[in-house]
């Protein structure tokens, strides 16, 4: 077994690393949220990373840069030591990319013409409309938002909350999904269907925070309604009743993603711990020189070596097997990351005391990012229910 990076995955690190170098953290210290809007600096750091060619690098096959998954994981988790920068700066955020994925996967001709293309260029975000106020959203079949046809035009009406990217003044599409067929079987339900966000009926009824924190570098999250929007049926995104099956399909790719970022955060915390602790000394001696302290750097690194191993793990099975011959592993770094990265930066937070929890160091925002993806994508539970049965349906056959 092989660990070591390919040629092109090592040219992309070096690259990479230079531009984060040059560019990105002489940046954080002035990147301010500017509310909803992305700050002034993105436009000049995406030209610059598609002058060095560090431009859609999550994206493989024609419409980005070619790279297999298990190239692209390290780049990511390169990305993910500034992950309110870094990821946007290369048009590699969330949820852009998943819906660029989508798109390319399973949208038209003229849906790749109008929407996608744009997206790659980076001239326009977007958001995915799934998750629901009223109902258990870990369960994507309950959702009650409806798309009914009416002659050549769907008729959409529900209420979407905590949708990513639709706070920017960017945002330009929705990916919406809803049910067409609420009589179907309960998987085949669902459809999606793209709606311009200048759509009449279409409201943005408020923007969401995440432990306090717009995450405008997702593109804020909001709650809209749709009441009575009407959109042509070639809006349609596959065919009626696929939207269950698209949505997986996108979250998979999605997951991962958010793993290999998780990862670099996870390091960033660890360095920043470590340089804490050795020049603090409180009571006369090092931080560094507590057994407590030390014990919480070495659990680290362990943690984030077996994190790193699985997200690449991971990555190798979606090259190779597929997506769906990944499962297993996918719902297994999507439990286990989040957390481990979660215990990483909160020990990093400790070890800085009041510094770690304001604006001083990315700390705060990294420990709300690793909380936020126990619950994003599918909680903690949701995967473990779905890991425990697969497990006991093989001892049972």
Not at 128 to 150: K, L, N, Y
Request: charged residues 25%; contains cysteine.
């Amino acid at each position: 077994m092989d660990f070591a990076y390919d040629a092109v995955t090592e040219d992309y690190r070096a690259r990479l690393t230079s531009f984060m170098d040059a560019h990105v953290y002489p940046a954080e210290a002035s990147w301010e949220s500017a509310g909803w809007s992305p700050p002034p600096g993105l436009r000049a750091l995406q030209s610059a990373a598609r002058e060095a060619g560090l431009w859609n690098l999550f994206l493989p096959g024609e419409h980005g840069a070619g790279l297999t998954n298990l190239q692209y994981a390290p780049l990511a988790e390169i990305t993910g030591r500034s992950p309110a920068i870094a990821p946007a700066a290369l048009n590699c955020a969330a949820p852009d990319t998943g819906n660029m994925e989508l798109l390319a996967e399973f949208g038209s001709a003229e849906q790749q013409r109008r929407w996608l293309r744009p997206l790659l260029d980076g001239e326009i975000r977007s958001a995915f409309a799934m998750t629901e106020p009223q109902v258990a959203s870990s369960d994507a079949t309950t959702i009650g938002t409806r798309i009914e046809r009416d002659g050549d035009e769907y008729v959409i009406t529900g209420r979407k909350f905590y949708i990513s990217g639709a706070m920017n003044p960017a945002c330009a599409v929705f990916i919406v999904m809803g049910k067409t067929d609420p009589g179907a079987d309960r998987h085949r339900q669902q459809s999606m269907v793209l709606v311009p966000r200048d759509t009449p009926g279409v409201t943005v009824e408020r923007g969401m925070t995440v432990f306090g924190y717009d995450d405008g570098d997702h593109g804020g999250h909001a709650e809209i309604s749709f009441d009575r929007v009407r959109v042509p049926v070639s809006n349609l995104i596959g065919a009626e009743g696929a939207g269950f099956a698209i949505a997986q399909a996108r979250l998979g790719p999605g997951r991962i993603h958010h793993c290999m970022r998780l990862v670099g955060m996870a390091e960033r915390a660890l360095e920043l711990m470590c340089v804490r602790a050795l020049t603090r000394s409180p009571f006369g001696r090092p931080l560094a020189e507590q057994g407590v302290v030390r014990e919480w750097i070495a659990e680290s690194r362990v943690r984030i070596e077996q994190a790193r191993l699985l997200v690449l793990k991971a990555a190798w099975l979606m090259d190779t097997v597929g997506n769906r011959g990944a499962h297993t592993e996918i719902q297994a770094i999507k439990i286990i990351v989040p957390a481990a990265v979660e215990w990483i930066v909160d020990k990093a937070v400790q070890t800085h005391g009041a510094a770690g929890v304001g604006q001083d160091t990315p700390l705060a925002r990294l420990w709300s990012q690793a909380r936020v993806l126990r619950l994003a994508d599918g909680p903690d539970e949701v995967h473990k229910r779905s890991l425990a049965r697969r497990e006991l349906d093989r001892h049972r056959r």
